[in-house]
């Protein structure tokens, strides 16, 4: 890997290795699970998250979640890359 | 079986330290695992851990670590991952490396393990196999590492850090990173059982460890999105305790190979505290009613400075057996906060100990005779 590499967003990102996304019945809640992290997802994370499986591209992802919640598609697209990019900084999800 | 109504806001675990056997082929002077070891006869079953990783998901518990000991040195460590990871929960194995192949990596993979962490003891062989007191360990854990990413399966890269490898902390992070890790951790020793022993050979200087810690600051951006580093920070020159275990009966336990449970691991140091079994118990039970859980849960139990202290949900008082070893009583504040009466008695025992270059380990189960006494290279 380059040392140099900023993090980017992958075309078709799919969850790292060692990371999954679980519900919590304890909690009522999706949570992602990591090496040491559990993330509590909120509102329709868990909805991007699932979608995150190696064949989408982010730009699909998008569509899917503006028809799923009859919304704005640019607002969507915002939302959708924020959260993946905080995710790759975490490493939490891969190309 | 009802639960009595003081117990119905006892919040659910989310980790279960399971330790499958204190065998181990490593005699890693920084052990934290207690000074009398239990044996192999008295170790539980595979059907035994298999109920108890149910009741755990059922408790609401999300994370199993299979720890040890070396968990290897389980015949049935396979079928263990499996019923783990059948009961829904997320497997995260700690290991030493030695014992364990591809082949039977391979199939815990199958078997459903999420995630390895391997312990390294210093970047150079030489140190690292003195430290871990087993000759050729280290070229084996690297090579068993890369097997880890080979597999696809996540690395964590474990790096216990001392007075001897204090100096090297950016060249574990850079080793970790191009092993493949996804994640290294940074552990400043925990001096807790056999570790505690050692203790004067293991103490690195205060400016030994101020600049361990600037270190990892200084390189950490380097790594962003491509290896997470973790800090377990030091506690004898701190000025505030840490969480211990995120709080006492809070979040996670611990079932010893017998199938005792703790709050910690290293709660049996603390005389008094009744523990109750898995043989006898459901976890459930235990969690929510057993003695030695409700001693430090909460806030209850606290004197002060902690008792009326801003920050006692926050750090809970630190270590309760840190507490015990430094200042006497496990109800008194953890001496790493500088709070505490025996703060200064904490600092400078660090550094009367920290002073001495000659590194001399006491090994467990060794004489001490076969000792090698090393300074540690700089």
Known sequence: MDDSEAPSLPERPRLAPGVRLHFDSTRNAWVLLGPERVIETEGPAHEILRRCDGSRTVPQIIDELAALYAADRAEIAGDVADMLLELVAKRMLAG | ?378
Not at chain 2, 10 to 26: I, N
Not at chain 2, 81 to 107: F, Q
Not at chain 2, 313 to 329: H, K, P, T
């Open chain 2, 1 to 378: 079986m009802t639960i009595p109504a003081t117990h119905a806001d006892v919040p659910a675990p989310l980790g279960l330290l399971a330790e499958l056997t204190h065998r181990c082929p490593l005699a890693c002077p920084y052990c934290s695992n207690p000074l009398a070891l239990e044996s192999r006869t008295d170790e539980l079953d595979t059907a035994t851990w298999t109920r108890v990783f149910h009741e755990a998901a059922a408790l609401g518990v999300l994370q199993v670590h299979l720890s040890g000991g070396e968990p290897a040195s389980r015949r049935d460590l396979i079928q263990i991952v499996a019923a783990a990871h059948d009961a829904g929960l997320y497997t995260n194995l700690i290991t030493s490396a030695v014992g364990l192949d591809v082949a039977r990596l391979t199939r815990l993979k199958e078997s459903g393990l999420d995630h390895v962490q391997v312990s390294l003891q210093d970047v150079d062989a030489a140190s690292a196999d003195h430290i871990a007191g087993y000759p050729g360990a280290h070229t084996r854990k690297l090579a068993f590492a890369r097997s880890v990413v080979e597999l696809e399966l996540a690395l964590t890269v474990n790096a216990v850090i001392h007075r001897a490898n204090v100096d090297r902390v950016p060249a574990f992070v850079e080793l970790a990173a191009s092993l493949g890790a996804g994640r290294v951790e940074i552990a400043h020793t925990q001096y807790y059982g056999w570790a505690l022993r050692n203790r004067a050979a293991l103490m690195p200087t205060r400016a030994q460890v101020h600049q361990a810690m600037q270190d990892v600051e200084t390189i950490r951006p380097r790594y962003a999105g491509r290896l997470a580093i973790d800090l377990v920070v030091p506690d004898y020159y701190a000025r505030r305790p840490k969480a211990c275990v995120g709080g006492w009966a809070r979040r996670s336990l611990n079932v010893t190979p017998s199938g005792r449970v703790l709050p910690c691991h290293a709660a049996e140091t603390i005389p008094g505290l009744e523990f109750w079994s898995v043989r006898d118990r459901s976890l459930r039970t235990i969690w929510t009613e057993s003695p030695a859980f409700q001693a430090f849960r909460g806030t209850d139990w606290m004197v002060e400075p902690c008792r009326s202290c801003a920050l006692r949900e926050v750090d809970f008082g630190g270590c309760r057996c840190q507490a015990l070893a430094i200042a006497g009583n496990a109800a008194f504040a953890d001496p790493a906060c500088e709070l505490s009466p025996h703060h200064a008695r904490m600092l400078e025992l660090a550094e009367q100990e920290s002073s001495d270059a000659e590194i001399s380990y006491a090994y467990r189960g060794r004489h001490a005779a076969s000792n090698v006494t090393a300074t540690p290279a700089r």
